[in-house]
């Protein structure tokens, strides 16, 4: 957070979670479900999590 603090421009008042979410954006994408299990898209060795929070999923995982 301190380094978007210092590179921001002047006139933003967003926080960076703010501006990661400007207008509801990314949030209004789809709506969280209370339990969600994640998993790797490819590779030797599987991977997978349940999450029970609201959280941003990198492309490779579904």
Same mark, same amino acid.
């Given at each position: 957070?301190e @380094?978007? %603090?210092?590179?921001?421009? %002047?006139?933003? $008042?967003?926080?960076?979670?703010?501006?990661?979410?400007?207008?509801?954006?990314m $949030? /209004?994408q !789809?709506? !969280?479900?209370?339990?969600?299990?994640?998993? $790797?898209?490819? /590779?030797?060795? @599987?991977?997978?999590?349940? @999450?029970?929070?609201?959280?941003?999923? %990198?492309?490779?995982?579904?």
């Amino acid at each position: 957070m301190e @380094l978007w %603090e210092l590179h921001r421009s %002047e006139r933003s $008042t967003l926080s960076l979670r703010q501006q990661i979410d400007y207008q509801r954006k990314m $949030t /209004g994408q !789809f709506p !969280f479900i209370s339990e969600r299990v994640v998993y $790797t898209k490819a /590779g030797a060795r @599987l991977a997978a999590a349940r @999450l029970r929070d609201e959280a941003v999923i %990198e492309n490779k995982l579904y």
